[in-house]
Each structure stands twice: as C-alpha cells, then as structure tokens.
C-alpha cells in the first residue's frame, strides 16, 4: 500500500470520471456529490472500461452491458454484474488526488 498521486482536481470535473494508470493497473477516479472515489477501472463482468460508461450520482455503470456498481463500496448493484470492483482510498491534498494502491 502506497499513497500516489494520480490527478488534479480540476480534470475531474464534478460529475465525471477519469481513468489513471498505477503500476499497470487501470482505476478509476470519480467526482460525486459526495465527493471523490476511486475504483478499478476494470468490469467484473467482462473486463469493460468503467470510466468509458456513466457516472450517476455514486454509481457508475458499465459501457458494456450495462452492469452497475456503487463507487463508495464497489458493490454489484445491477445485473450482469455480480462481484464488487476492488475500491481505493482517496484523499485531496490541496488541488491533487491520491490514491492508497
Ligand atoms: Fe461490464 Fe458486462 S462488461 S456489464
């Protein structure tokens, strides 16, 4: 586990998502109402782009076939999916976004 720092703020406008590449693997940062999450990029299901689909408020959903999870917990929350995406600590020291890989 290691804190790095993946993004500003301003390229995550609120409502969006971004995809960052940390020691190979693809997560996802998303900017919601309540805040700042990050999530593996990587679907469950298929292995699809998360921050390819849509955010909606706190859940993201899958560009594929439509999968849904909770960016707060990763949580399956709509079929096909049904195993929870792996979710990061976030913290916002000034205008950077860290992640704890
Ligand atoms: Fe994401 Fe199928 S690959 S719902």
């Given at each position: 586990m290691a804190w790095v720092n993946v993004a500003r703020v301003d390229e995550v406008p609120p409502g969006h998502m971004i995809k960052v590449t940390?020691?190979?693997d693809d997560l996802a940062v998303y900017h919601?109402?309540?805040?700042f999450f990050a999530t593996s990029d990587v679907?469950?299901?298929a292995t699809a782009s998360l921050s390819s689909g849509t955010l909606n408020g706190c859940i993201v959903s899958c560009p594929k076939h439509g999968g849904?999870?909770?960016v707060r917990?990763?949580?399956a929350v709509a079929l096909p999916c049904v195993f929870p995406?792996?979710?990061y600590p976030v913290?916002?020291?000034g205008d950077e976004i860290w992640l704890d890989v």
């Open positions: 940390v020691d190979g919601t109402d309540e805040g679907c469950t299901h849904k999870f909770d917990t990763g949580a995406v792996e979710t913290e916002v020291r």
